[in-house]
Structure formats: C-alpha cells, structure tokens
C-alpha cells in the first residue's frame, strides 16, 4: 500500500507560476499567445485550486477538498499520487468531457501586485511555453491590448473576485469548526491501494446540527448547496481510481 502526501499547492507563487512579469506593450510588443488545449504545465499536479463558484461544475469530476492551512482553501483532487495529473492526457490535452478549472483556464496570467499595497497589475509567467515571440495571436497591436489580452484581464478579474468569495466562505467553516482532517484510501487495482493524507473535508455530523439561524442564513448565501456539493463530489473517489486503473493497464 502506498501513502501519498496530501493534495497540496506551492506557497511562494501560485500553482505553475514560476517567473510573471507584468505585461507592458513597450517590452512585450511581440510577444504572442500559443493556440489553446496544451495543459502539459498542469501535469506535475494531484490538486488544483477551486473557487465556490466552480463547485457545481467541478463535483462531478473531481473530489471536492480543503488545504491543511491556517485558512483552508478548496481544491480539485487530480490525482491520487503525488505530482500526478490524471487528466492531462500523454498529449497534453485536457480529459474530454471533463470540467477545466478557471486556475488552469487563466494560465499563463495572474494579477498580482508589484509592490505591497499597489494596484494589481495583469502579469503573465514569462517562463511559460504558452509564450511566444512573433506567433498569430499578439498580446499587443500598434501599441494597445489585444482581444487576447481582454480577454485574459477579464478572466482574471473574475478569478480574483471569486476567490475572496471562496475566502469568506473558508472563514466561516472555520468560524463554527465544521472542518476536520481526513484521508482517503483509493484501491486501483487488487494489492494496490494508494491512501492520501493531510486534507480537510466538512464534518458531516457538524453540519447536521448547524443552527436553524446559521442555517437559513448560509442557504440565503448559497452556502448550503456549497456544502452539499462538496460532500456529492466525494464520490468521484471512485472515477480516480476508475482512470488511474485505465492508464495503468494502457500499452
């Protein structure tokens, strides 16, 4: 039996960042966005960060969990070994028929600050082979923001608001101590069962016995569908298992 580390994500930078530069046209005039579908930067993974908003597309895909921090954050469990992405196929694509996290989609773009307490700023991971110089699909024209560029702002626009959505709902799970630490024991084939550890799931007797007050006001917010999300996705344990068996016995 094997044990593998607990789904987890890098500090320093976010998950498959390694060097972003803020974009500016005078020094990135050339540069060009590669066509779409090459997810080989996301392979070396078992877990992808998750917004609320992405819960009800994600649940049926993937088990929904929470990282072992002072303030949890939700993931998608990709895999069931560590540094293992079971949905990036051998040619670089995505699983088809499977949802693509927006911390993917939005890759190789961030916004992020360049000094404390500054404005965000649309930065790109100057290290990403999504880049090129010279290709069909310029970040910049005469100057000015392309299409691509818009369109790249706007997601990560949408992936920051989403995320401090995705905090406040962490703060008050952890407000009334409805996480608890857990581990998962996957068998993918007979004598091969892989047990991951070091995450947190919401303790379902906890959750029964949320005060009608609590109650009523987490459903007005829609965290209660959150909830029963999280705890629906639980069963795609299974479909891990289910693909893992597949690429092993594949020639």
């Known amino acids: 039996m094997a044990r593998e580390a607990a789904p987890r994500t890098p500090s320093a930078l976010p998950l498959f960042y390694h060097r972003p530069v803020a974009l500016l046209a005078p020094q990135h005039g050339t540069v060009s966005l590669r066509p779409a579908g090459d997810f080989r930067f996301a392979r070396d993974t078992n877990a992808i960060p998750l917004a609320i908003s992405e819960f009800f597309h994600a649940q049926r895909d993937y088990p929904i969990v929470f990282t072992d921090e002072p303030l949890p954050m939700p993931v998608a469990v990709v895999g069931i070994r560590d540094?293992?992405?079971?949905?990036?196929t051998a040619e670089g694509?995505?699983?088809?028929?499977?949802?693509?996290?927006?911390?993917?989609?939005?890759?190789?773009?961030?916004?992020?600050?360049?000094a404390p307490g500054s404005d965000l700023v649309l930065c790109a991971?100057?290290?990403?082979?999504?880049?090129?110089?010279?290709?069909?699909?310029?970040?910049f024209k005469d100057g000015k923001p392309t299409a691509a560029t818009q369109k790249a702002l706007e997601l990560c626009l949408a992936y920051e608001r989403d995320t401090e959505q995705s905090r406040e709902f962490m703060r008050a799970l952890?407000?009334?101590?409805?996480?608890?630490?857990?581990?998962?024991?996957?068998?993918?084939?007979?004598?091969?069962t892989v047990q991951l550890h070091g995450f947190k799931m919401i303790d379902e007797e906890k959750f029964n016995q949320l005060p009608a007050e609590t109650f009523r006001d987490w459903r007005a917010k829609g965290w209660i569908a959150l909830i029963y999300a999280h705890l629906l996705s639980l069963g795609a344990?299974?479909?891990?298992?289910?693909?893992?068996?597949e690429r092993r016995s594949a020639p």
Request: aromatic share 10%.
């Open 125 to 139: 991971d100057a290290a990403s082979e999504l880049l090129e110089i010279g290709g069909g699909n310029p970040l």
């Open 93 to 114: 694509g995505w699983r088809p028929g499977c949802y693509v996290p927006a911390h993917v989609r939005r890759y190789p773009f961030l916004l992020a600050r360049q």
């Open 83 to 88: 540094a293992a992405n079971l949905f990036v």
């Open 174 to 192: 952890m407000q009334v101590e409805f996480l608890t630490l857990r581990d998962a024991r996957i068998q993918v084939a007979p004598g091969d």
């Open 237 to 245: 344990w299974d479909r891990l298992a289910r693909i893992a068996a």
